[in-house]
């Protein structure tokens, strides 16, 4: 309703106006004349007024009409508009403002009662914001306005809300739609099959097919079988969530199947979701599959929007019975060194004795295949391998299978092949350059495998089964011909990278370890050398008692100590002092921190039954099941040591699985 607001000096001026022209009439009646439209428009008011309709504006002016109008326009907006001052109080708001935020009980005098400040102030850096307020969601614009001229230094601005609550509860319903792909692998199908007696076959095969598919349904999902061992299954995103809540309690399910058969059954599943398309899904549960299998198997691999969880992985990696594969990576391997015009062996940071050990086998091979090989070396090497490369460089012969890392980047050509060795992660190797040369590229590595991968590689022989890397490379040796020869000394150098990885064949030996052993000494391997590799010096020795008198258990059959000073070794002491806790009664694993230049750096030593790559993988760490590292940058002692604890116990609440 538009209304006059000048109605009192309105009639002032009828008064005035009529009396002046009374007087221009009885004085002069031409400009009389003049005056008469006025007095007539006078005169038409009057009886406006008269028949008891509202005045008409006779002082407004067009643009307050504009602005009135423009009032009812943002009053019936279904965006909320609230125009605040420099304090945030609200000095005027539109109808859809009030319904938005009245009912909520809250006075409407300032914004920053019922909207956080800090929601408010990221406002002015942002073009807009989601925010939730009560059970509604909203998208709140802001706008500085234009006060020039007005009283200097007052700032106003004006807020936009929308209500996007359907919009945003539509998405979620859309994400929770989305499909997840899934590939399941039975690990060990043909192993299971074939130690499982002829009667009982088709009992098993019934039990796997039927433990498999009704699992799926239960989650509503389709399942495809595709081959004897391998399934496709596609299921929901909002299933998928209860599946991950069970912590995928099928690996338990199927590891429980028994039908007289001698070994477990075993099952991996690669999962992937939240991609563009569902072929680029299906390509990454691939892959997360394969990263599952490489890591061992048993266990599960999520990949989702470039981010990875796994799930599982909680038995010890099984040996496998057959030695096809090393026999066929042999074959292969020796067929790329004859296609190469030298070998350079390339082991891994921190070189330790299985590494170098290993290196020292794969070269005895090449010259004995009558090609130039070399073992890289960096000017400074890890303690850990003092002893065992001072024995090797003090050979004549030995000695000049050894290159500097400048010399082999000057060396390298298109035809050179290089072996990674105890390791398969490219920033881990000892020589990124050489890595990044090198053309054609073989991994032999025994670690489970990570996520970071060296992809060019033209042969991967990973098998996280194996005890270590020197005794996959002793199997290689002799599966690849009658000409393979290895010196006494190449053969202590192989028999300590086993005896330090498998801690004198106390973990993870298999069968085939000793057997690679008794390969080696009949090789002219020297056990009593390799026992006086291992020898230590008195304050080392005492320093790590120091460190076992600390430790405290921090969870059931869990320990945990440290150094307080920078041991002069410190990586090794650790793994050292670690490695002696678990030779006490009553602790199945055990971790040591040790402070190094800018940090702390964490040793994870298990028996086996606690995963200690799991709980070290959490601190952005990684390496085995039973022994694993990592580093903690920029972190005090006491952090570190709480940070190590938390991820224990959380490791320990995965492990209460349904
Ligand atoms: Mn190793």
């Not at 069970?246 to 690996?251: A, P, R, Y």
């Not at 002692?637 to 490791?651: G, I, N």
Request: charged fraction near 25%; charge should be neutral.
């Amino acid at each position: 309703m538009i209304r006059g607001n000048g109605n009192h000096i309105l009639w002032w001026a009828v008064y005035i106006i009529t009396l002046e022209l009374l007087y221009f009439i009885f004085f002069n009646l031409k400009m009389a004349i003049v005056l008469m439209p006025v007095l007539g428009l006078l005169l038409f008011y009057l009886i406006y007024y008269k028949k008891g309709k509202p005045l008409p504006p006779l002082i407004e002016t067009k643009t307050t009409f504009r602005q009135a109008l423009w009032k009812q326009v943002i009053n019936n907006l279904n965006t909320g508009v609230a125009v605040v001052d420099g304090n945030e109080k609200i000095i005027w708001k539109n109808k859809a403002f009030l319904t938005f935020f009245q009912k909520s009980g809250v006075k409407l005098t300032y914004l920053k009662d019922f909207i956080p400040m800090e929601n408010l102030k990221s406002l002015m850096d942002k073009e807009e914001q989601e925010i939730a307020l009560g059970n509604r969601r909203f998208s709140i614009r802001s706008v500085i306005l234009d006060t020039k001229g007005k009283k200097p230094g007052r700032m106003l601005k004006a807020y936009y809300f929308e209500d996007i609550t359907e919009l945003y509860d539509l998405k979620g319903y859309m994400k929770e739609e989305e499909t997840v792909v899934c590939y399941f692998h039975v690990d060990n199908f043909d192993e299971v099959i074939t130690a499982c007696s002829e009667e009982n076959r088709p009992e098993l095969l019934a039990k796997i097919d039927k433990t498999i598919t009704q699992w799926v349904q239960n989650f509503n999902g389709l399942i495809k079988k595709y081959d004897n061992d391998k399934y496709l299954v596609v299921v929901s995103l909002r299933d998928f969530r209860r599946v991950e809540q069970t912590k995928f309690n099928i690996l338990d399910a199927i590891r429980e199947i028994k039908v007289g058969q001698v070994l477990t059954v075993t099952l991996s599943i690669g999962a992937a979701h939240g991609e563009d398309s569902l072929a680029l899904a299906g390509k990454t549960a691939q892959n997360a599959l394969e990263l599952c299998l490489g890591r061992g198997g048993d266990q599960v691999v999520v990949k989702t929007q470039g981010k990875t969880y796994f799930y599982g992985g909680k038995t010890k990696e099984m040996e496998k019975y057959s030695r096809v594969r090393a026999r066929v990576i042999s074959h292969a391997l020796r067929d790329l060194i004859e296609e190469s015009d030298m070998v350079m062996v390339l082991g891994h940071l921190f070189l330790d004795m299985d590494a170098l050990g290993a290196s020292v086998g794969i070269v005895s091979a090449v010259k004995s295949l009558g090609k130039p090989g070399y073992i890289i070396l960096t000017p400074e090497q890890s303690p850990s391998v003092h002893s065992l490369l001072e024995l090797l460089l003090d050979d004549e012969e030995m000695k000049k299978n050894f290159l500097e890392e400048t010399e082999a980047l000057d060396r390298i050509t298109r035809k050179t092949l290089l072996v990674v060795v105890d390791t398969h992660r490219p920033s881990l190797t000892m020589s990124l350059k050489v890595l990044e040369k090198a053309e054609r590229v073989v991994v032999i590595d025994h670690h489970r495998r990570g996520e970071e991968f060296i992809d060019k590689a033209l042969l991967v022989y990973l098998e996280p089964y194996a005890s270590s890397t020197s005794e996959m490379v002793t199997e290689l040796i002799q599966y690849m011909g009658d000409e393979i020869r290895i010196t006494p000394l190449s053969a202590t150098a192989m028999l300590s990278g086993i005896a330090v990885d498998t801690r004198n064949f106390a973990f993870k030996t298999g069968v085939r370890t000793f057997e690679a052993a008794s390969f080696l000494r009949r090789a002219g391997a020297d056990p009593t050398s390799v026992y006086k590799l291992f020898q230590e010096d008195v304050e080392t020795v005492y320093d790590r008692a120091k460190v076992i008198k600390r430790a405290q258990e921090i969870a059931e059959h869990v320990t945990l100590s440290y150094y307080d000073e920078k041991p002069k070794n410190p990586t090794l002491a650790a793994a050292q002092a670690a490695n002696s806790l678990i030779g006490l009664k009553g602790i199945f694993a055990s971790f040591v921190l040790v402070p190094i230049d800018g940090g702390i750096s964490i040793s994870g030593r298990s028996l086996g039954n606690i995963n200690v790559q799991r709980i070290l993988e959490k601190l952005g760490g990684g390496g085995h099941m039973t022994l694993a590292g990592a580093q903690l940058l920029d972190m005090t002692m006491d952090d570190a040591l709480e940070k190590v604890k938390q991820a224990v116990l959380e490791y320990m609440k995965e492990g209460e699985t349904p």
